[in-house]
């Protein structure tokens, strides 16, 4: 395994969502983690409410902090997508990395 598998597993993340890029920071003390998660491009969402599968409608950039991630401060960077469902509109899908019980943060 090297170490985008082992971060992939650590965040949960599960298609279409991949780590796509990865910046350590030691420069600073303690180290800065910052991991730039994408999906790919045309991907479909599950609607939050029936999760039924929904193209995007509009992303907007987010970054999520983890307190403690292999002693590093870890921040997540991702474009968060909203989906259009026929049946319930436009709602922001939830991701793998901030269901609750994760150490994520916004
Ligand atoms: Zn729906």
């Not at 298609?15 to 180290?31: E, R």
């Not at 994408?38 to 970054?63: I, M, N, Q, V």
């Not at 292999?70 to 709602?91: D, I, S």
Request: proline share 8%; aromatic share 10%.
């Amino acid at each position: 395994m090297d170490a985008t598998q082992i971060l992939t597993l650590g965040l949960g993340l599960e298609a279409p969502w991949i780590l796509k890029d990865q910046h350590l920071d030691t420069s600073v003390s303690p180290h800065r983690l910052d991991l730039y998660v994408e999906a790919e491009r045309g991907s479909l969402y599950p609607c939050p409410e029936c999760g039924k599968a929904c193209p995007a409608h509009d992303f907007a950039d987010k970054t999520w902090r983890h307190l403690n991630f292999f002693q590093h401060h870890c921040y997540l960077h991702a474009r968060v997508p909203r989906t259009k469902c026929p049946e319930h509109g436009v709602k922001r899908i939830e991701v793998p990395w901030a269901r609750p019980g994760s150490d994520f943060t916004l």
